[in-house]
């Protein structure tokens, strides 16, 4: 069985920053790469940072150098994070966690909220 729960979103100003937090229980998330996803309103899911099993990282060019990904793992389970830093109005999304790529583990999160302001 796996669950996934995503936490730490929220209402942040341009320039602000959060941190997101993933919890992923089930081996498939430890033995996998894990993502982060944002999906905008009737647009598709977006990976945007990944963070390889034993390490390795990849962000999408519209975050590199603003956001930071890392990932905590135990016998059956994950912790990942999503450290955001100068977050534009146009953050406004849900961010959801998943293994990559997403076929691998079709079960999503309720995902979490970030909404920008200016």
């Known amino acids: 069985q796996v669950q996934l729960v995503e936490s730490g979103g929220g209402l942040v100003q341009a320039g602000g920053s959060l941190r997101l937090s993933c919890a992923a229980s089930?081996?498939?998330?430890?033995?996998?790469?894990m993502g982060w996803y944002r999906k905008d309103p009737g647009k598709q899911r977006e990976l945007v940072a990944t963070?390889?099993?034993?390490?390795?990282?990849?962000?999408a060019d519209s975050v590199k150098g603003r956001f930071t990904i890392s990932r905590d793992n135990a016998k059956d389970s994950v912790r990942m994070y999503l450290q955001m830093n100068n977050l534009q109005p146009d953050a406004t999304t849900v961010y959801y966690c998943n293994v990559v790529p997403s076929s691998r583990q079709p079960y999503w999160g309720q995902g979490t909220q970030v909404t920008g302001s200016s």
């Open positions: 963070v390889a099993r034993y390490g390795s990282i990849t962000y």
């Open positions: 089930g081996i498939i998330f430890r033995l996998n790469s």
